[in-house]
């Protein structure tokens, strides 16, 4: 989408002078902006979030980030863009969390939406917040060459600070900001040479470390309005249950109950505090209305998916004829792969904090879906999308979570603060027991492949059937993403397998009339589950050509080669050609995966060592990723990181079961992410690359586990085929 550079604070900054703010326009904004700059008079000019980038007198460079912190690096890799072309100097830049307004802060990927998520943070801001930088660079240059008398071409500017070689003048940003405000807005700026980039590309700390370490770092759980109500929900235990009675009159009677209310979603119980409305919401006496409630298990949906797998699905690609070729093979395989629900579990539950008056909503929220939730909101209370204001908080983790089509429990919220009629405002806080078993989750599938190879061991036919609920269908995205009934997310990485098969057909069987159960995307979407039957079965092709894993996978990667290029540094920096160095006990393996998603490329390579007793260690991970362009080096390899712990954890043991429709996992306990003991050594290998970035957030998850049960089928001989493994090599 094109996007012109406009000063929106020149008029006010003109009636009180104070900085240089600049925004981005899309087209049509105009009114918009016009209206913001009516909001920043005088002093307020300065510190009005209305723009990408403002330059204080004071010196502050402040880059208004139009994504999510959610503990991915978003902030810092933002305002690297931007003082990488301003020439600022790191330590003088700050950033904030930008309002909801589609109009300047939305995803360019998405269109006019504003949100965070499908790693598209960095992809989407590249180019124009280093033009946000760039020009705001040519206008303080411009206000010292008018300032000085000298030509503009004569200036240099480094570390925020523009100077006259010939003149031994020298001025701050904060000096030239009230100049620079008055200058007309280049309408075409120099962007970097890649060459010349002294930020990007290099060690830069993040800009949120402080402050979270510190506890300075404001979260929802943080915020403290007056007379401010805490509520809890009591939710139904089986989805689509309802209230059918509810005894009140315990929960009352616990000193600092303020209010007990029915709401749609379950029975509301608000208090001064947290604990207080627990203890409330815990002495209610509720009879659940089941009629209506999905009473099934884990085992009879997985049944009836295989009854459907044996059907045929919708195609969602077809290259030859995969029916016929399957049949005229040297060799078939055949193999059924099968995937639990997963939560998302991030470490700091889900909370919201709202108030409503005469002027419209207002709220506080790890905010990843802007745009969804102002226009919800809007329609529940009858306002404008303008009039409900977001204020986008720190987030401590999501994976997905707080990026909901439905507003689940943002409208909540909305829910308690109507039914008290708005008399004060309220902080939501669900519990992790609350989130994961009332929650949303990764839905459940299953994949049946089968295969044909040639006398020469080569897949001459691919058939796949995936099986499962559609996270889209029903949702605003449904339009733009199920095609002829096709739910992309469902099929990404399986519809767009690279490997050179020339019989190759992808089917789906989509679920979601069928169960109940709610779904939503989870960190990588669908490569979770894809890839990792992809590439556990390419293995069990690769084995019974009597080929090894990685030169099979090489063979037939010849029209993609970002993919063998990652899959190549990932094998030379983990000593493939050499053998594994035995173990002390137990038997060693290793394994290895390639997979793309979000335009990422990352190649895994997992050793491992397997106890006698079936027990084994994750001893090593080998990683390279190609994602364009490394904004920032050290982001990169800590997203790496994190997603191969959070994929780790969910291959190990990540599974939410349910019996009688009722979620039997309910916290870290029954449900466990990763201990710090658990974790192997990894090592993160980057591409070096001119192209643009892509993201980075969820591409490091998709191949661990395959890369992992590969291993553990070197070491064991033992295939595994569901997901989380668990006890399964003690069996």
């Known amino acids: 989408m094109k996007t012109r550079i406009e000063n929106v604070s020149r008029r006010d900054f003109l009636k009180a002078g104070a900085g240089l703010t600049l925004g981005l326009v899309l087209p049509g904004a105009g009114s918009a902006l016009a209206a913001a700059a009516k909001e920043t008079h005088g002093d307020e000019a300065a510190f009005a979030p209305n723009a990408f980038v403002r330059i204080g007198s004071d010196n502050r460079v402040t880059v208004v980030a139009k994504h999510l912190e959610m503990g991915q690096g978003t902030y810092t890799g933002l305002a690297t863009l931007v003082a990488e072309e301003l020439d600022a100097d790191w330590a003088q830049v700050v950033v904030e969390g930008a309002p909801a307004d589609a109009k300047r802060y939305n995803n360019l990927l998405w269109g006019p939406s504003q949100g965070t998520g ?36 004569e200036l240099r500017v480094k570390a925020g600070v523009v100077s006259h070689a010939k003149s031994g003048r020298k001025a701050s940003f904060g000096e030239l900001a009230e100049a620079a405000a008055k200058q007309p807005v280049p309408q075409e700026v120099r962007l970097k040479d890649p060459k010349e980039f002294t930020l990007i590309g290099r060690h830069v700390p993040r800009k949120d470390s402080v402050d979270k370490t510190t506890g300075r770092a404001q979260f929802t759980q943080d915020v403290k309005l007056p007379g401010m109500l805490v509520a809890v929900v009591a939710h139904p235990p089986r989805f689509g249950a309802t209230v059918r009675t509810v005894d009140e009159r315990a929960a009352r009677a616990v000193p600092g109950v ?25 002495a209610l006496q509720i009879e659940w209305d089941d009629s209506a409630a999905y009473r099934g298990s884990s085992e009879q949906i997985l049944a009836d998916y295989r009854k459907l797998a044996a059907t045929p699905g919708l195609v969602a690609r077809r290259d030859g004829d995969a029916d016929k070729a399957l049949g005229e093979g040297a060799k078939a395989l055949e193999a059924e792969y099968a995937f639990p629900y997963l939560a998302h579990a991030p470490m700091e539950p889900l909370n919201c904090v709202m108030r409503v008056d005469a002027q419209g909503c207002e709220v506080w929220n790890g905010e990843q879906f802007q745009t969804g939730d102002q226009y919800t909101l809007a329609a ?110 469902s099929v990404e990485g399986a519809a767009n397998l690279p490997y ?40 069990e092709l690769a084995t019974a050509a009597g080929a090894d894993p990685v030169a099979y996978r090489q ?22 050609s ?53 904004v920032n080096p050290d982001v990169v390899r800590a997203q790496m990181e994190g997603g191969i712990g959070f994929g780790l954890a969910a291959a190990l043991s990540g599974a939410i079961t349910l019996r009688d429709g009722v979620v039997e996992q ?17 090592e993160v290998h980057i591409v070096p690359s001119a192209a643009k970035p892509t993201g980075v957030g969820e591409p490091g998850v998709p191949p661990i586990a395959p890369a992992l049960v590969n291993a553990l089928y070197a070491a064991t001989g033992k295939r595994i085929r569901t997901l989380p493994i668990g006890e399964q090599l003690k069996a």
């Open 118 to 153: 499908g790693s598209t943070a960095i992809a989407n801001s590249f180019e124009q917040l280093r033009q946000a930088g760039a020009s705001a660079r040519a206008m303080v240059v411009q206000a010292a060459a008018a300032r000085w008398k000298v030509p503009a071409g």
């Open 555 to 576: 063979a037939l990667l010849g029209a993609h080669p970002r993919h063998a290029g990652v899959l190549k540094l990932a094998a030379d920096k983990a000593g493939w």
């Open 258 to 282: 303020v209010r007990v209310t029915r709401i749609p979603q379950g029975v509301a119980v608000l208090a001064h505090d947290y604990w207080t409305a627990k203890k409330g919401r815990d």
């Open 578 to 630: 050499k053998p594994l160095a035995p173990a002390k006990a137990g038997k060693r393996g290793r394994g290895v995966a390639v997979h793309e998603s979000f335009n990422t490329y990352v190649a895994q390579v997992v050793e491992v060592t397997v106890a006698d007793d079936g027990s084994f260690k994750v001893d090593r991970v080998v990683c390279a990723v190609d994602c364009g362009i490394a």
């Open 666 to 682: 309910s916290n870290f306990h029954d449900y466990p992410i990763l201990r710090i003991d658990q974790m192997p050594a990894v």
């Open 380 to 489: 529940f209370f009858g306002l404008k999308p303008e009039q409900v204001k977001l204020n986008m908080l720190y987030a401590g983790g999501s994976f997905g979570r707080r990026a909901n089509p439905a507003a689940d429990y943002v409208l909540e919220t909305a829910h308690i603060v109507k039914a008290i009629r708005g008399e004060a405002p309220v902080k939501l806080v669900w519990s992790r027991e609350d989130d994961m078993r009332a929650g949303y989750y990764r839905p459940l599938y299953l994949h049946r492949l089968r295969a044909a190879l040639d006398a020469q061991g080569k897949p001459l036919a691919w058939a796949q059937r995936v099986v499962g609920q559609s996270i889209i269908a029903g949702t605003p995205f449904e339009s733009a993403m199920v095609k002829d009934g096709i739910d992309g997310t």
């Open 500 to 539: 050179a098969i020339p019989n190759l057909q992808v089917e789906l069987h989509t679920t979601s009339k069928d169960v109940k159960v709610p779904v939503l995307w989870w960190r990588s979407v669908g490569s979770t589950h894809t890839a990792f039957a992809a590439e556990v079965f390419l293995d």
